[in-house]
């Protein structure tokens, strides 16, 4: 196998599938070593999957926490294990007036303490929350700060809540829904969820594993991925320099930069004092 290409791959992951086996499907089909994906999607959830192809897959830790946007469905009624349609019932209760759902979601918008799902891929002492879930030995997950910027309502069908949800990386959408649940005296989990948006990437712009299969893909150039950083051009001899780990002048305001090179993405770089220090080198010295 080889690596053809860095750059980005917008998937439009179908449900019943896990975010790992669609990496692992395209780097079949590409025949590459390096896929690996930000933002994972649970199985049952479908939507925007952001692919990193080769040296990309260096950008990872500059996607995840980028601001998102979800459709999701609220179950009311009934609590699982997994806070989502996975899970076993634990707990049932009658759902919620809407006018009491519609207090609860303002107690659940802005900066909140969110504790992560029981069933998540948090680490305590080096293992995972649903390792030991599944085990019958469920962890005590300290709990961390998202922020919800925004839920729209866009009906209510019997038990079910159909919303919009816009939050930073990190939230736990199945974790809201039973967070939901809670806040109106009631029970509820999560039934669907759809990523639509992840920082300037669409649903809209991605494609289906089938069309990868078929070679109906567009690659994105890691540029496209930092679009929201200070840029900074580099001449030959500062390219040298970042890829070699060296500080090159910084020229530019920030506190973090893309480094190019003839529309190349160099280096990701942070500020010291009035230079940049390269802190992800994509190309080989």
Not at 32 to 41: C, E, P, S, W
Not at 191 to 216: D, N
């Amino acid at each position: 196998m080889k690596d053809s290409a860095d750059g980005l791959l917008l998937v439009d992951k179908p449900a019943g599938i896990t975010s790992h086996a669609v990496a692992e499907r395209t780097r079949q089909v590409l025949g590459m070593r390096r896929i690996g994906h930000a933002g994972t999607l649970d199985p049952f959830a479908t939507g925007l999957l952001i692919l990193l192809l080769g040296r990309a897959t260096r950008l990872v830790a500059f996607l995840d926490n980028e601001p998102k946007v979800y459709r999701a469905t609220i179950r009311f009624g009934a609590r699982t294990t997994t806070d989502d349609l996975e899970g076993d019932v634990v707990a049932q209760a009658p759902p919620p007036q809407q006018q009491v759902v519609d207090r609860a979601i303002a107690t659940l918008t802005g900066h909140l303490l969110q504790r992560p799902p029981a069933f998540s891929a948090k680490r305590v002492g080096g293992v995972r929350a649903y390792a030991a879930a599944r085990r019958g030995e469920p962890m005590q997950l300290e709990p961390v700060a998202v922020t919800v910027h925004e839920w729209k309502v866009l009906k209510r069908d019997g038990d079910d809540l159909h919303v919009e949800i816009h939050c930073n990386g990190g939230t736990y959408v199945r974790a809201l829904a039973r967070d939901l649940g809670e806040a109106t005296g009631s029970a509820a989990h999560l039934t669907a969820l759809r990523r639509l948006r992840s920082g300037r990437f669409e649903v809209g712009a991605a494609v289906t594993l089938e069309a990868i299969a078929k070679g109906e893909f567009e690659i994105l150039s890691p540029l496209i991925a930092v679009e929201h950083m200070t840029r900074q051009a580099l001449d030959d001899l500062d390219v040298r320099r970042v890829t070699h780990g060296q500080s090159v002048a910084a020229r530019a305001s920030g506190e973090l930069a893309a480094l190019f090179h003839e529309e190349e993405l160099i280096a990701v770089a942070v500020r010291e004092g009035e230079s940049w220090r390269p802190k992800v080198v994509m190309r080989d010295g």
